[in-house]
């Protein structure tokens, strides 16, 4: 409950919202004004738009004021930058200095922007990649974990929502979540049922997109259907809001079956947001 009315205030207004997205991507520099009318005619009334590092947190501050009614951003710096794999990776080598001066650029573009921007992120930390490679594993968590609490810092001190990548990190993220007072939203969140009681217990929200839709993604619709029950047939987004569940679209990544092998795009919220009511109803 504490994140939707943090959310209903910072975006004055209720409906389906976009939680997490990625319009700043370059992908939508073309057509991004078309982007956000296609959303709205699919009644998605709130974008948020989450960066990956400084030029995308500069990019989605652009946006937001470029769209007020409709863009809202989230700055900060995805945990790739210290993956081996990642396209972002940026070495191990002078990361001291890199987080030091990090805080200090979110920081001010933080203070610059107060009214466009209403979240950190994203952020988090992830396993996934670092499988079969010990010695940059031990260096790639220690600095993704400095990285996260760079951020955690940040969103306590301007009382900001997170949005939280983690993926095979959930144990780990939850417990540094606790030593922090923040409100955030696990997106994509596709853990355990224990992990998603865990979580929704500390006050922590979670993010549905269309992953959830994909024929290979049966354990994340039992999570969610043992989590939720029967849901009513008339259900408004502000049902799982309550519950502290959001909807999101990740574009443009993660398409749903309508855009398969296409862009995906904030509109596409909707179809997530029917697939799991039409999917979970009485
Ligand atoms: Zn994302």
Not at 39 to 47: D, G, H, T
Not at 52 to 58: F, G, I, M, W
Not at 186 to 204: P, Q, R, V, Y
Request: overall charge negative.
């Amino acid at each position: 409950m504490e994140i939707y009315n943090y959310l209903k205030l910072k975006l004055g207004s209720t409906g389906l919202w976009d939680t997490h997205c990625h319009l700043n991507s370059g992908e939508f520099t073309p057509d991004i004004a078309d982007i956000i009318e296609n959303a709205k005619q699919e009644e998605v009334k709130k974008i948020l738009d989450v960066a990956t590092d400084l030029e995308s947190s500069k990019q989605a501050i652009d946006n937001s004021i470029r769209f007020p009614l409709t863009v809202k951003s989230f700055i900060g710096i995805d945990p790739d930058v210290f993956i081996p794999s990642a396209k972002m990776f940026k070495g191990f080598e002078q990361s001291e200095q890199f987080l030091v001066s990090l805080k200090n650029e979110l920081s001010t573009l933080l203070e610059q922007n107060v009214e466009n921007v209403i979240g950190i992120g994203e952020t988090g930390m992830d396993y996934y990649w670092l499988k079969d490679k010990p010695v940059l594993r031990e260096n790639s968590i220690l600095l993704q974990e400095k990285l996260f609490r760079i951020h955690l810092e940040l969103a306590e001190e301007k009382k900001l929502l997170l949005t939280i990548h983690s993926r095979g990190t959930e144990k780990r993220v939850l417990e540094i979540l606790k030593e922090y007072k923040v409100l955030g939203i696990l997106h994509s969140f596709t853990g355990g049922f224990d992990e998603a009681k865990e979580a929704l217990n500390n006050g922590l929200g979670l993010g549905i997109n269309a992953i959830i839709t994909y024929k290979t993604a049966e354990n994340v619709r039992e999570v969610y259907k043992k989590l939720l029950g029967k849901i009513p047939n008339d259900a408004e987004p502000e049902w799982f809001y309550k519950k502290n569940i959001f909807f999101e679209t990740d574009a443009p990544y993660l398409s749903p079956s309508s855009l398969r092998g296409k862009r995906n795009e904030p509109k596409s919220v909707k179809e997530i947001f029917n697939f799991v009511v039409n999917n979970f109803k009485f």
